[in-house]
């Protein structure tokens, strides 16, 4: 199974838009998880035409998506539990405070920061930010991820976007 995974798009703003890339992707996966930061419910709405959408609310989302959507959730990915939260706090101790938030997860999904993280601990969980496929912020690129996973295994990708 492959997910594709977005967080803070914060659209509609300007010009901005997903870049065609990210949406062939978004079409291609069998799950698009966001992390949070749409902004406005005709962005989530624009996702679910993509492809089956699982996501968290953010801290600058309307409150037409604050109603809509929770601000956490537990996922199955081909076997693997995932976690989903927004804002997974400070760098220091993040590992292990998003482990305890999500008890039994074999890995959380998080946003916020703009800048993509993958971390994995020494008994194998770990935590990912897709960074942002619109807003990239402190980053070097606008980025998106995917995940695989397969036989109760999970791999992380980070894709740089055109």
Do not use: W
């Amino acid at each position: 199974m492959r997910a594709a995974i977005l967080a803070d798009t914060h659209l509609p703003r300007g010009r901005r838009s997903l870049p065609r890339t990210c949406i062939a992707r978004l079409r291609s996966a069998d799950l698009i998880i966001h992390a949070g930061d749409f902004t406005a419910l005709s962005v989530l709405e624009q996702l679910r035409e993509y492809g089956k959408l699982a996501a968290v609310r953010g801290n600058v989302d309307d409150l037409a998506i604050r109603a809509a959507l929770p601000a956490r959730i537990e996922l199955d990915l081909g076997g693997v539990r995932l976690g989903v939260i927004h804002d997974a706090g400070r760098r220091a101790g993040r590992l292990e405070r998003l482990r305890g938030l999500f008890q039994g997860a074999d890995a959380v999904i998080f946003g916020h920061s703009h800048l993509p993280l993958h971390e994995v601990a020494a008994d194998g969980f770990q935590i990912f930010n897709p960074g942002s496929p619109t807003d990239r912020r402190r980053a070097s690129t606008h980025t998106m991820g995917i995940a695989s996973a397969a036989h109760g295994r999970l791999r992380f990708e980070l894709i740089e976007l055109d």
